[in-house]
């Protein structure tokens, strides 16, 4: 089975654009989850979607937006970008919205320039 | 506010030897504790978890060691191998598939 698959991979991005990150989670899981990873530090939380509500969000700001699509699929979008927004963003996915685990994509590397 | 403190940065061991990671948590409502495994250019896998109503949790050469009363919980690689080498996190969470508070990491090296 494919594990969480996440595009792009790698991109580059200038101050004051917008970025849109796309995740598929395992086939079968209904919760995904965003969560950001800079250089040297654990990941943060960003939003969790599970049955394409939003359950969950972080300590981010309104330029980070999220959707969850019929079909579990999800969208991360920042606007506005900064260069603090350079990172590994992570989807996550899991089978329902409580009691399982938790699987990671290999995330998508943002640089902002 | 860093809600799990993670201990140490980095660690250097010989193959065969322990591996210790050690982790603190100040919400007490956390629940769930895993412990995740990164290798450079990859996401964050799940390498073993527990909770807080069990001491002690193995699974093949890694252990994870728990004390709820001091808050806090620990990772033990025994025989550690070169393969081991990547950085490993802790977290902790309120239920096992919600928002996951993650540790800084720890930079395992493990020399031949």
């Known amino acids: 089975d494919a594990g969480v698959t996440q595009s792009p991979t790698h991109l580059i991005k200038t101050r004051g654009q917008h970025v849109t990150l796309r995740c598929s989670p395992i086939s079968g899981h209904k919760s995904v989850s965003w969560y950001q990873q800079v250089l040297g530090q654990g990941p943060q939380f960003i939003f969790q979607y599970y049955e394409k509500e939003e359950r969950g969000r972080g300590n981010f700001p309104d330029r980070f937006s999220a959707r969850q699509f019929p079909n579990y699929s999800s969208e991360l979008n920042v606007n506005a970008l900064l260069l603090g927004d350079s990172a590994l963003y992570l989807c996550?996915?899991?089978?329902?919205?409580?009691?399982?685990?938790?699987?990671f994509g290999e995330g998508s590397w943002l640089t902002v320039v | 506010q860093q809600q799990v403190k993670q201990s140490p940065q980095s660690l250097i061991v010989q193959k065969g030897g322990i591996s210790i990671i050690n982790c603190a948590y100040e919400n007490t409502a956390f629940d769930y504790f895993p412990w995740y495994q990164q290798f450079p250019g990859k996401g964050p896998a799940l390498l073993i978890a527990?909770?807080?109503?069990?001491s002690e949790k193995k699974e093949g050469r890694f252990t994870i060691s728990f004390n709820k009363s001091a808050k806090q919980f620990s990772l033990h690689i025994m025989d550690s191998q070169p393969g081991d080498s990547a950085t490993y996190f802790c977290a902790a969470s309120k239920g096992s598939n919600y928002k996951l508070t993650f540790g800084k990491g720890t930079l395992l090296t493990v020399n031949p």
């Open positions: 527990i909770r807080p109503d069990v």
């Open positions: 996550a996915s899991s089978h329902t919205g409580t009691g399982n685990t938790i699987y």
